[in-house]
Every structure is written in C-alpha cells, then in structure tokens.
Nanobody, 125 residues
Framework: QVQLVESGGGLVQAGGSLRLSCAAS????????MGWFRQPPGKEREFVAT????????YYADSVKGRFTISRDSAKNTVYLQMNSLKPEDTADYFC??????????????????WGQGTQVTVST
C-alpha cells in the first residue's frame, strides 16, 4: 500500500508556470512507475504524463508535450510535474498515481492502483 499527497496547485496567469509535487509514503517508492492525470471541470479524467520506475523514460500527452516535465527524486520519495507556458485549458484538478500493473499501457488509469486526493490548478487569461 502507498499513500500519495499532491501539493503546489494554485492560480496562475496564462503563460506562467507551476510545479506540482507528489509525496509518497508506504511501500518503497522506486517499486512503482508514476503518473499524473488531470480532470477539467465537468470532464473526464485524462492522462498527462508518466515516468518509469527508474526514471529513465517519460511519456507525455500531446496536449502538454514540450510544456510539462515529469521527474522523480527517489531520495525524497517525490514525483514532480513542472508546468510551463500554461494555458486556460490546463485548468483542472491534477492527480498523481502509483502504478501497480505492468501489462496495461501507462497512459491508462487502470495501470495505476493508488491515487492522491488531487490539487487544483486554475489558469486565467
């Protein structure tokens, strides 16, 4: 079992930046690949980014590629999402997740067994 807590959300102007953090506790952090998902108001949850167990590979949704960067710090048991050049359409609740299945594509929510409570990001014009 692993517990995840997101932080770093808030209100930012379009074109600005935010860094989200996801602190993990419980089982060994390096056991899991990690992902970020987001849920805009009134819409379904969607994939944002993922990073493999060792941090050697990352994958991004087309909508954020080139603007967002996912990283992990094993010493701090923390995953980050650096968000640059933010757009109003990035407004959403952002969730981090710990992966528990290796037979499911990492852009699918079903690949992740543990989820944080979310942190809100609002991007104004």
């Amino acid at each position: 079992q692993v517990q995840l807590v997101e932080s770093g959300g808030g209100l930012v102007q379009a074109g600005g930046s935010l860094r989200l953090s996801c602190a993990a506790s419980g089982r060994t952090f390096s056991t899991y690949h990690m992902g970020w998902f987001r849920q805009p108001p009134g819409k379904e949850r969607e994939f944002v980014a993922t990073i493999t167990r060792t941090g050697s590979t990352t994958y991004y949704a087309d909508s954020v590629k080139g603007r967002f960067t996912i990283s992990r710090d094993s010493a701090k048991n923390t995953v980050y999402l650096q968000m640059n050049s933010l757009k109003p359409e990035d407004t959403a609740d952002y969730f981090c997740a710990a992966g528990t299945r290796d037979t499911v594509s990492l852009n699918m929510p079903s690949a992740y067994g543990y989820w944080g409570q979310g942190t809100q990001v609002t991007v104004s014009t």
